[in-house]
């Protein structure tokens, strides 16, 4: 396999990015950067959209949808 230096060169990034990469710091790049990893290394990408798990995302999605409703009904 490639050293974490030698992976940092295929992608783009210093060696501290590619640690933090492959230790699930996944929230660090933007998921246009991240099938453009993909691309690099030759590995499909793959984006699945799901509901937010904290409550507090939940939160927020549900006080969208109520000013949705809200917005639709005057």
């Known amino acids: 396999g490639l050293s974490q230096r030698e992976?940092?060169?295929?992608?783009?990034?210093?060696?501290?990015?590619?640690?933090?990469?492959?230790?699930?710091?996944l929230s660090?790049?933007?998921v246009g950067?991240?099938?453009k990893f993909a691309g690099k290394l030759n590995l499909g990408a793959e984006v699945k959209l799901t509901r937010p798990r904290s409550a507090k995302l939940a939160k927020v999605a549900a006080s969208r949808q109520a000013t949705r409703r809200t917005q639709a009904a005057a």
């Open 33 to 35: 950067k991240l099938i």
């Open 7 to 25: 992976l940092g060169t295929v992608l783009g990034i210093h060696q501290p990015d590619v640690s933090n990469l492959l230790n699930g710091g």
């Open 28 to 30: 660090r790049f933007s």
